[in-house]
Every structure is written in C-alpha cells, then in structure tokens.
C-alpha cells in the first residue's frame, strides 16, 4: 500500500475550493517534488497533508504506517524569531508523539535527539541560542526535530528560503542523502530546476495539474511552459 | 537597624504576612505562565481578561450578586473568552493582538455601561478604580483567600512541571506539534483555563494592573540574560518573586500603594536586565 494516496482531492481554506481533483500517491522511498507558481495552494497542500486544515472533498489516505507519523521542516514563524530556546531543547521537542502522555523524556528519546543532532552536524551547537544561528544551520535543527519525529516521511516546506546559494546546494544535499538512505520526502519548491535535478516525481500545482515523474513531466506541456518561464524568471533576476 | 525593626514591628500583623504570602505566591504562577503566553504573542491578555472579568462582575451586579458570589458568573464568562482567544492559535484570521484589544475594550466598556445604569453605589468611580487597580485589596486579605492562593499556586506548578514539554512544544512551533500527533488543542485550552483562573483570582487579590504587570515584565527580563526555554522560565519565576517581594516591603516602609510599587520594582528590574544584557553581549 502507498504511503499517501489522494483521490479527487479538493483543497481550500474556511470551505472555499482553491483547488480540486487532485490526484498522486506516494510511496516509499519516492522523492516528490510539488511546484507551482506562488499563491497557487502548494502551502495549502501542505497543510491538508499534514492534517492542520480538513480537506475540502475528495479522499487522502494515509498508509498506517506513517499515520500521524510525518516529519515536517516548516517555514519560519513570526514567533521562533526571537524565541528563546537552546538547539537540544527545539531537537528534544521532536521526540514528543514518542513519549506520549509521559511528562519528561527518557534517556532513549535522548540518544534519539543526540543521533540526530550528530547526524546533521549541529551537536556542538546544543546549547547554543537558536535565534543566534545562521541560516543553514536553523534549518538543520529543525530537520533534526523532524528526524526525531520519523525515520519515515518528511514533508519540506521551502526549506531553502533566504539561503545563501552555497547553503543552498548543501541543505538539496543533505536531503538527497536523506532520501538515498530511504527516507521519503516531499518537498515544496518554486525551484524548478531544483526539482527536476532532484526529484523522482512531480506534482504540478496551478492553473493546470501535472502528476508523474520527473520524465514524464519534461515532456509535458505544463512542464515545459512552467521550466521555460521560471528559466526565463532567474535569468532575467541575474 | 531602625528600618529592621520597623520591618520586625509590621510583620506582627497578620494582614502583613498574608500579603507577602499571596504576592510571593501569585508572583510565581503569573510569571510560569508569563513566559508562554508572552513567546505566543498574547502578552496582553492579562490586562485583556481582567477587563473581561470586570465586565463579567458588572453583569453578574445587574443580576443582584454582589462580591461573595459573583464568581460563578465572572469565572466562566472569563475562561470561555481565554479558551476562544488562546485555542485558535497561530491559523486565525483576525490576530491575538486585535482580538484581545477587541475584547479588552468591548468588555471595560459594556461593564462600566451596566454599572452606571444599575449601580446602587454612591461611589461608582471609587469602586471602578479599585477594581482595576485594587488599590490597597492585597492588604485586606482574609486567611481563607490565603489558603486558596496557597492550593491554586501549588496545582498551577504542578501543571506547568507535569506539561512543561509539551507547552514548550506548542509554543515553539504549533502546527510541528500538531503535525506530529500532539493534541495541540488540549493544550491550548488547558493553558487558557489556567491562565483565565489566574487571572481572575489574581485580580481581585491584587487589581489587573498588577497582574499585567506580573505576566509580562519577569519574562521579558529574563529574555534579556539567558537563551533557553528552561533557564528563562526559572529566571523569570526568581525574578519575579524578587521583585514581588522588594516591592511589598518597599511599600510597607514607605507607606507606597503595594500594585504599583510592585510592578516599578518590576520596570526596574527589567532595565537592570536589559543593560546587564547588552554588557555581556547577549542583549
């Protein structure tokens, strides 16, 4: 059975469709990519899938084993600006569906906190303040948070936003390794050509739809139009 | 030597030491509850849901309760309204700040309208400033309001150290916590009645003003000099009850209202921080 399949889904906000007939499953291991121009609901989408907004119409259905079990690396809120928190507590603070009801962590949610905080190279930076953190590395503890979440599916909400393109490269990277060893991702992305360098699969959010892969996609007309006009877009921006 | 034997001589009196009691004791739970709602931007629903309850009291007057029992209408019209502005967290339309100033003011205004047109009082703005301010009320305190403080502050830690994870989890990041299976909504409410009972008591002990005044100042004091969640909150609770104490005794000895008194120890305290922060380069 597919991880996530949606059918016919209809996403909006308080009742108004933006868009309908959605339809794609994702399975384990598949690196989906959804694109579309902004304002046109991938971030809805987001939230649908993530159980934070009830779908419009349509079914989504979730494999039982990541329900309730989805990583996320959200965008950055208003308030985690100047929220006092150390690194080891936002990454700890990951381990809470594992701990249920029980007020404390245990030492095993720990070791799972400081695996992940090694893994992606921020547990010298433990104690560290996380508004003081550059970029980069306020998205890896964040990713890390996640990963303490599942070791299933993560779901990326533009996790390169108001990065340098260095950090860029090595935040597509690391999540490239973290699909490599197995994690299935879904990422929201207007970089195009980042998803088509990365991606196994696409979901084409807009004024028209696309689901397929990365192939099939290139060879769509939405596809073309969409890479050609982006294209045209970065270019003209340098 | 002469200011502590004054100090020895005041304590004799019993209204003195339940003042100290009660303020150190209200001190603590406002500020534990002053770091979350402060990082979730609701810094002003102290002073929004103090007014509530000054509305809820006006009605609860129209009604023929008077101060004995007024507080099985005050109590809950004030908790619906904590639970209706904290629950809907981060994905509302119209944001906390709006809807609290909202409230705040619809309320101040609705309660002074139905206490002049119902008041039997000859002295409606001596009582609506006494409300407000609780001009001297920490000072007539009886022992059974004592006893209540005590009970309410002990649950309130207990709550803040059984839930202390996951209220960091849902202030830090609402939707992550929600994603990932926590029932957000539980917390928010739990949070809300919590914040609405003290509030409430809170109030009539020692006036909204204070109670503001309690919420916000020790966190944000706290914020300037440390950079976790935890050390902030036990921080903000040592600062809190410094001040909370200072201010009592300064009031005592100079014979100053205690609320205000309290909360410009508070402002001092929080400009103390603020320097004392940029000094050591964390500010």
Redesign the interface.
């Known amino acids: 059975m597919p991880y996530i399949t949606a059918n016919n889904l209809s996403i909006g906000y308080d009742g108004k469709e933006i868009i309908e007939n959605i339809n794609f499953t994702v399975n384990k291991g598949d690196y989906l990519y959804i694109v579309g121009e902004n304002g046109t609901g991938k971030s809805t989408l987001m ?1 649908t899938l ?4 009830p779908a419009i119409g349509g079914k989504m259905e979730f494999s039982p084993e990541v329900k ?5 690396l ?1 965008q950055q ?4 600006k ?5 690194v ?3 990454v ?3 381990c ?2 594992r ?1 249920g009801f029980l ?3 245990t030492k095993a949610e720990k070791a799972i906190a400081y695996e992940n905080m090694d893994y992606l190279h921020v547990l010298e930076l433990k ?3 996380y508004r ?1 953190l550059s970029g980069g590395q306020q998205q890896r503890v964040l990713l890390a ?2 990963l303490c ?2 070791k299933k599916i993560l ?1 990326l909400d533009e996790p390169v936003t108001g990065l340098d393109p260095k950090v860029t490269i090595e935040m597509y990277e690391l999540i490239k390794r973290l699909n490599d060893e197995g994690i299935t991702i879904i990422m929201i992305s207007h970089d195009v050509k980042a998803a088509v360098k990365y991606a196994d699969h696409i979901l084409h959010i807009g004024s028209k739809l696309f689901f397929g892969t990365k192939d099939e996609y290139l060879n769509s007309k939405v596809g073309k139009n969409f890479l050609a006009m982006e294209g045209d877009e970065q270019d003209g921006n340098i | 030597m002469e200011i502590f034997n004054k100090l020895a001589y005041y304590m004799q009196f019993p209204f003195v030491r339940y003042a100290l009691i009660v303020g150190v004791l209200i001190s603590v739970c406002a500020s534990l509850l002053g770091v979350t709602l402060v990082l979730k931007r609701f810094s002003y629903i102290g002073d929004g849901l103090s007014h509530v309850a000054f509305g809820a009291m006006s009605i609860a007057g129209v009604f023929g309760l008077t101060n004995d029992n007024n507080m099985v209408v005050i109590l809950p019209i004030t908790v619906v309204c904590a639970v209706f502005l904290l629950r809907a967290g981060q994905n509302r339309k119209i944001k906390g700040d709006a809807m609290i100033a909202m409230i705040s003011v619809g309320a101040l205004a609705l309660g002074y309208l139905l206490m002049n047109l119902f008041t039997t009082s000859s002295n409606l703005s001596g009582d609506v400033c006494s409300t407000l301010f609780g001009s001297t009320s920490i000072l007539t305190l009886k022992k059974g309001e004592v006893y209540l403080s005590v009970v309410l502050s002990i649950l309130v830690v207990i709550f803040f150290v059984v839930f202390y994870n996951k209220i960091f989890a849902v202030t830090f990041d609402e939707n992550f916590a929600k994603a990932t299976g926590t029932k957000v909504n539980v917390y928010n409410t739990l949070i809300a009645v919590v914040t609405a009972v003290i509030i409430v008591l809170a109030m009539n002990l020692v006036g909204s003003l204070l109670i503001s005044a309690l919420i916000i100042f020790p966190t944000l004091s706290a914020m300037r000099l440390f950079k976790s969640f935890k050390s902030v909150t036990i921080c903000s609770v040592i600062i809190s009850v410094f001040c909370a104490l200072t201010g009592i005794l300064i009031s005592i000895l100079a014979g100053t209202p205690v609320g205000s008194t309290i909360v410009a120890v508070d402002a001092f305290a929080f400009f103390a921080c603020l320097i004392a922060g940029k000094v050591g380069g964390r500010g």
Request: aromatic content about 10%; some cysteine.
């Open positions: 939230k993530l159980g934070l907004i309730n079990e989805i990583g996320y959200p809120t208003e308030v985690q100047d929220f006092p928190a150390s080891e507590e936002i700890l603070s990951g809470q569906r701990m007020p404390f962590y104690n560290k303040c003081e948070r996640a979440a599942t779901l």
